[in-house]
């Protein structure tokens, strides 16, 4: 605030020159850091979209989630096994540095080596090609024929300045490593990285030779993370910022009543969900000893029919959620209604399948949740403990920061138990969702399959729907793989949660469902 006033005045003496004075500064909160600058270092919405502004992909989306050229200005798919990417002519990295066809092979390559989250982007790719300087090809072990909508999240790094900066392999967040790459960025995109500080800050500004044509009108973008709700809304309110990306859904009647203030809302592609580790003998974070109560599907039964997920969205979401009955939801292609149905609420049912499978007095486990990460978090898994108290199943919550809790969940460690976590298919496929989170786990397919659930007939149905071309056959696939995982009650979705952001009325932006921020469509007006 004294900044502003301080500005105001010197325009009013007229000490500012003329670009001070046209400086449009976009200052934006949420609750949780982007835990690195490494665009591999982890799969997380949050994460990679806040690094496409500085680094960019072959292929990008529009506002619409449309496909459309990035860095390949065109591509086409020149035998059923090999895609070709034509390369734009005459971009640079930020630093001057020519972008070729070899920083593409070399950034493939690193992000499917050591350290790295995004393995899966490259799943089904056996080779890559550099004809020359600005082609390269992609040659699959099978037909794919949705491989481009698998590569909008990845963003191309420099060869050169991975090399000069000791960074060639991707640092590892779950063993807390770090190197160059993790607190410093330099890419093609419209912003360039300006300062780092880490739970506090992050500094960008305007990349002066993108390749592109901005959209924006920012001359500086302030990060801030504020991991109180409450603090973090008053920021918004005071005009300390100007847009809060994750809004506490008891603050959004306030907000919209506020002057001057706005939510903006829509459904979220994200499906937020809980998962349990079916395939260790004996549960890591559990009063059971010498076996596993997860790998009895009675149990998994159990403890599904015991959640009473109506609650959740009326009480902690306020509304501001979907509840469902599959791990991917609306406007992901092969989600069909009529396959939505859940398990119905049955406390006394739950307790009957918890004494047939040998725990009348139900056993007890923790429940790994993040608390900085999903709107309430926190406050579902409460929910969740309380609910299942009911049957008998004692839960101790473990409610951790998101870089604690994915280091702790998420590949390669898998360390827990029982989960609650979420999901965007970065391709807006059914086949995304289904191959990351319920495919055998080999170390391409189901990397975050993070409870092992294992079953040949589904992995077979993911292979024909990788490469199946007639949309029926491809959808009549999709439905009986996901009611595979509905018998065999995988996992328990939740929710599909709203995208909920707030901002102030001279704020142009555009809200996408899958809850990316490209800061190229943000505009500050009079």
């Known amino acids: 605030m004294l900044r502003r006033f301080l500005l105001a005045g010197a325009c009013a003496l007229g000490l500012l020159t003329a670009a001070?004075?046209?400086?449009?500064?976009?200052?934006?909160?949420?609750?949780?850091?982007?835990?690195?600058?490494?665009?591999?270092?982890?799969?997380?919405?949050?994460?990679?979209?806040?690094?496409?502004?500085?680094?960019?992909p072959l292929v990008r989306r529009d506002r619409n989630l449309r496909l459309e050229a990035a860095l390949a200005e065109r591509w086409e798919q020149v035998d059923p096994r090999v895609w070709r990417f034509h390369l734009r002519r005459n971009v640079r990295f930020?630093?001057?540095?020519?972008?070729?066809?070899?920083?593409?092979?070399?950034?493939?390559?690193?992000?499917?080596?050591?350290?790295s989250n995004v393995q899966s982007f490259f799943a089904g790719v056996v080779e890559v090609r550099t004809p020359d300087s600005h082609t390269v090809e992609l040659v699959t072990q099978n037909p794919d024929p949705i491989l481009p909508e698998n590569l909008t999240s990845f963003g191309v790094m420099s060869k050169a300045w991975l090399e000069r900066n000791n960074a060639l392999r991707v640092a590892d967040l779950t063993a807390r490593e770090e190197n160059h790459a993790t607190r410093n960025a330099m890419g093609t995109g419209p912003f360039m990285l300006q300062s780092?500080?880490?739970?506090?800050?992050?500094?960008?500004?305007?990349?002066p030779n993108w390749w592109d044509t901005p959209q924006h009108n920012l001359t500086r973008v302030e990060?801030?993370?504020?991991?109180?709700?409450?603090?973090?809304?008053?920021?918004?309110?005071?005009?300390?910022?100007?847009?809060?990306?994750?809004?506490?859904?008891?603050?959004?009647?306030?907000?919209?009543?506020?002057?001057?203030?706005?939510?903006?809302?829509?459904?979220?592609?994200r499906t937020i969900y809980l998962g349990m580790d079916q395939q260790r003998a004996e549960l890591l974070k559990s009063d059971v000893r010498?076996?596993?109560?997860?790998?009895?599907?009675?149990?998994?039964?159990?403890?599904?029919?015991?959640i009473d997920v109506n609650a959740i969205v009326r009480t902690v979401m306020r509304g501001q959620a979907r509840a469902t009955g599959?791990?991917?939801?609306?406007?992901?292609?092969?989600?069909?209604?009529?396959?939505?149905?859940?398990?119905?609420?049955?406390?006394?049912?739950?307790?009957?399948?918890?004494?047939?499978?040998?725990?009348?007095?139900?056993?007890?486990?923790?429940?790994?949740?993040?608390n900085d990460r999903y709107v309430n978090d926190e406050a579902i898994c409460t929910a969740v403990v309380a609910m299942l108290a009911r049957i008998g199943v004692r839960v101790t919550l473990n409610a951790q920061t998101r870089a604690r809790f994915f280091a702790e969940v998420n590949p390669p460690r898998y360390n827990t138990s029982f989960y609650m976590l979420g999901w965007t298919p970065n391709t807006y496929d059914a086949h995304n969702a289904l191959y990351n989170l319920a495919g055998s786990r080999d170390g391409t397919r189901g990397v975050f399959n993070n409870g092992g659930y294992s079953n040949?007939?589904?992995?077979?149905?993911l292979d024909r729907i990788a490469v199946e071309t007639n949309p029926q056959q491809r959808q009549a696939l999709?439905?009986?793989?996901?009611?595979?995982?509905?018998?065999?009650?995988?996992?328990?979705p939740l929710h599909q949660q709203q995208v909920v952001w707030a901002a102030r009325r001279n704020i142009e932006l555009v809200q996408q469902a899958d809850n990316g921020f490209p800061l190229r469509s943000v505009r500050v007006t009079p």
């Open 326 to 370: 599959q791990i991917f939801g609306p406007g992901v292609n092969g989600f069909l209604e009529e396959n939505d149905r859940r398990l119905p609420l049955d406390i006394e049912g739950a307790r009957r399948l918890l004494t047939e499978a040998g725990y009348p007095n139900g056993f007890g486990v923790t429940l790994d949740c993040p």
């Open 20 to 56: 001070e004075a046209r400086a449009n500064v976009f200052r934006w909160a949420n609750d949780g850091d982007v835990n690195s600058l490494d665009p591999y270092a982890r799969q997380e919405t949050f994460l990679l979209t806040f690094n496409s502004n500085i680094y960019e």
């Open 94 to 115: 930020s630093d001057g540095t020519p972008f070729t066809a070899e920083d593409v092979a070399f950034s493939i390559a690193r992000a499917r080596g050591p350290g």
């Open 223 to 269: 990060f801030n993370v504020i991991a109180n709700d409450a603090t973090r809304v008053a920021a918004l309110l005071s005009g300390e910022v100007d847009m809060v990306y994750t809004v506490p859904p008891q603050d959004v009647d306030r907000i919209n009543r506020t002057p001057n203030m706005r939510i903006i809302q829509g459904p979220e592609l």
């Open 290 to 306: 010498g076996r596993n109560p997860f790998q009895d599907v009675r149990v998994r039964r159990a403890v599904y029919q015991a």
């Open 478 to 492: 999709i439905t009986q793989a996901s009611r595979l995982l509905q018998e065999d009650v995988a996992y328990i």
């Open 196 to 207: 780092r500080e880490p739970d506090r800050r992050t500094v960008l500004v305007p990349n």
């Open 456 to 461: 040949p007939r589904f992995d077979q149905l």
